[in-house]
Structures are given as structure tokens and as C-alpha cells.
């Protein structure tokens, strides 16, 4: 989780901006909310860059047009993500065409925005940083569809992206086209691998090891004798720098119609070790439900875990049925421990805890 700190009300001077900087002492990005804050010195710039270029981490959102502007153009906004104030939100214009979990999507009328409304349990600061997100693994080179504005009405938030007409998940891909299963689950290896050697900034994205430390910190489930042998685990997992999904599936790559492959749903991007996303991926493959696996990418499980094999067989080397498996056993402890934070974010279903257990509390 990302530390909000509310900035004072009024213009934002060198003094004030010290004092900010003397809070952020933590391990995690800050978010600095300018809610209040109707103008910012240039001595309080000042005081921001040092900070961020001493390693300080954090993003500043909730910005008014006057203080974005003094970012922009003092040059400050190249090494700070800075994040405007909502505008209102007006959905007149779009169409709904699909819903998720989280939010639903509409398409705007002239074809050149898709929109996401998210609900009221995913928070305005949760959506900032979605946008952040996106901005920032557009600087580093990794494809992605360009974010745009950030809305909101009562506990609605919205944000807008570039729509990419006829754009097809890879799952949608190999549903319609079954014969390209093992296509397309390499090039959604060699994609995870390419993200998983890339250096990720750390001053704007978290770790994620932290996240799911403080998943199991949280986690009602497990007895106290069980959150430390899955703490023992956490501990032991090598440091990272390099980016990770957050949310590693076939249905978070999109293929437009001129062949360009782009990352979609951001909001967990971060840094830390690539069994982390990896394990997603197979938790998704081989410890689903049917119901679910169609749900979520119109394949069944046997589908799923063809493809898991070609996966692994491309982004691990592993050519063999042994040598897959030995990929497996190394997944499977970072499988359990994603359980764990998918199961504090969402809820925990049937059998997840057990298999939780059985893997890192033996």
C-alpha cells in the first residue's frame, strides 16, 4: 500500500515542502495529495527534486491545473509523476461494452477513447496511481494503450484510454483460434521475460514483496504459527529491481489488428521477483475451476494447461516434461503465497486456504 500524505491547504513554499519530505521516511512510494494546495513556489520544487533525486519516494496527485502547470514547465514533471484533479465525470458520450470485477467499460461515440468507471470500492488514490502507472512504463518502453484523464462523480472515478479498435486479448486469440495455442503462449513468454529483465523505477512503483508481506500480516486465516512460517518463506525471496505485472495473464496482453502486442490493467505493476507474476499465471492455468477458467478467457482448463506447458517451456527453458516440472516446483511456493494476497483482496475460494497450508506451512 502506497502512504497518502494530504498536503497543507494554500501555496505550498519551501518550508511546507521540507516538512513533507521529513515524513516520507518509509520503505514504500508516498503519494502526496494536493487536494488543497492552490500553488506551489518554485523554492518548494526545488526541495521536491532534491528529495526524489536523493531516492525519496512518491508521486504527487489531486493537483490543480496551476500547480500541473508549474510542474510542466519548470521541467520538475519529468522526474516527479504528478497526477491532475478528477475533472467531472460525464459518460454521456460512451457506450458501455464490457465489465469486469472492478469496473465497467464504455467506448466513446467517435471511436477514440475507451473508458473505464470503476466502482465504489476501488478508491480515487487506487486510480490515480493506475493512471501513474501507465504514464511511467510508457517512459521505460514497455507497450501499453496512452492513459488520459482522470474523472469522477460522488464515489465514481473514471479514466479514459486510447482505444485500439479490433485490438484481441491472446486469450480471445486462442479461443477463436484454437490452432494457435502454442503460437501465442510463446510470445506471451518471451513478452513476461522481456518485462522481467526490464529495470523498473523504483521511486514510483512498490515492491511487491512488501504487498504480499502485508497480505499475510492480514491474512484472518492462518493461525499465528502459520503466518510465520509464511513469513520465514517472504523473507527468504532474492531482492528484485525489475519489473513485474502484478496481474500476469493471457487476457492482460492485447493484440491490435497491425500486429503490436500492448500490457493492459496496471494498476499492480511494481518490482520484485519474477516468480511473483509468474505465479499468477499459474494459478490461473492449473489450480482454477472450470467456470471460472471460461469466465475469464473463454478456454477450458485442458486449454489452460497446454498452454502453461508452452509458457514454461519458452520463458524457463524447460523443454522436457522433467524439466518443466522442476519449474513447477519452484513456482508453486510463490503460487501459495499470491493465494494468500489474492484471497485478502478478494476473498478466499474453496480450497485455497488448504492449498495455502500445504505448501508453506507443512
Known amino acids: ?19 513533507l519530505v521529513a515524513r516520507m521516511k518509509g520503505p514504500e512510494p508516498y503519494v502526496l495529495d494536493f487536494s488543497d494546495v492552490d500553488a506551489i513556489h518554485f523554492a518548494a520544487l526545488r526541495k521536491l527534486l532534491e528529495a526524489r533525486r536523493q531516492g525519496c519516494r512518491f508521486s504527487v496527485i489531486n493537483a ?10 519548470s521541467g520538475v514533471g519529468e522526474f516527479i509523476d504528478v497526477c491532475r484533479r478528477p475533472r467531472p465525470l460525464d459518460a454521456s458520450q460512451y457506450e458501455e461494452f464490457g ?7 464504455y467506448n466513446s461515440a467517435d471511436g477514440d477513447a475507451m473508458m473505464k468507471i470503476y466502482g465504489a470500492n476501488v478508491s480515487r488514490e487506487a486510480v490515480a496511481r493506475e493512471k501513474a502507472v501507465a504514464r511511467a512504463v510508457l517512459r521505460f518502453g514497455l507497450p501499453t494503450p496512452l ?34 495455442l502454442e503460437e501465442i503462449s510463446r510470445c506471451f513468454a518471451r513478452m513476461c521475460r522481456h518485462l522481467h529483465e526490464t529495470p523498473c523505477d523504483t521511486a514510483l512503483f512498490g515492491d511487491r514483496v512488501l504487498a504480499h508481506r502485508q497480505a499475510v500480516l492480514l491474512c484472518r486465516e492462518l493461525s499465528e504459527e502459520e503466518k510465520a512460517a509464511v513469513l520465514r518463506f517472504v523473507d527468504g525471496i532474492p531482492a528484485a529491481t525489475t519489473c513485474v505485472h502484478g496481474d500476469l495473464q493471457m487476457s ?18 511494481g518490482y520484485g ?13 492449473k489450480l482454477n475451476t472450470e467456470e471460472r477458467a471460461r469466465d475469464l478467457f473463454h478456454l477450458g482448463l485442458d486449454e489452460l494447461a497446454r498452454a502453461w506447458d508452452f509458457f514454461a517451456e519458452e520463458y524457463a ?23 494468500i494476497y489474492l484471497g485478502v483482496s478478494y476473498g478466499f475460494q474453496p480450497g485455497m486456504v488448504e492449498f495455502v497450508k500445504s505448501i508453506l506451512c507443512p
Open 147 to 180: 492513459v488520459g484523464t482522470l474523472y469522477a462523480d460522488g464515489d465514481r472515478t473514471a479514466l479514459d484510454f486510447e482505444r485500439i479498435p479490433g485490438k484481441r486479448s491472446f486469450s480471445r486469440i486462442i479461443s477463436e483460434e484454437p490452432q494457435r
Open 64 to 73: 490543480s491545473d496551476a500547480v500541473v502547470d508549474r510542474f510542466t514547465d
Open 252 to 269: 492482460n496482453v492485447i493484440r491490435t489488428p497491425e500486429g503490436e502486442d500492448l500490457w493492459i490493467d496496471l494498476g499492480d505493476f
Open 1 to 19: 500500500m502506497n502512504d497518502r500524505i494530504l498536503c497543507p491547504a494554500g501555496i505550498l513554499d519551501a518550508g511546507a515542502a521540507g516538512c
Open 99 to 105: 465489465a469486469s470485477y472492478l469496473s465497467k467499460s
Open 273 to 285: 521477483h519474477p516468480l511473483l507474476d509468474v505465479a499468477m499465471w499459474y494459478f490461473l492455468t
Open 317 to 339: 527453458d524447460a523443454p522436457s516434461p522433467a524439466d518443466r516440472q522442476a519449474f513447477v516446483r519452484q513456482v508453486l511456493p510463490y503460487a501459495a503465497l499470491h493465494m
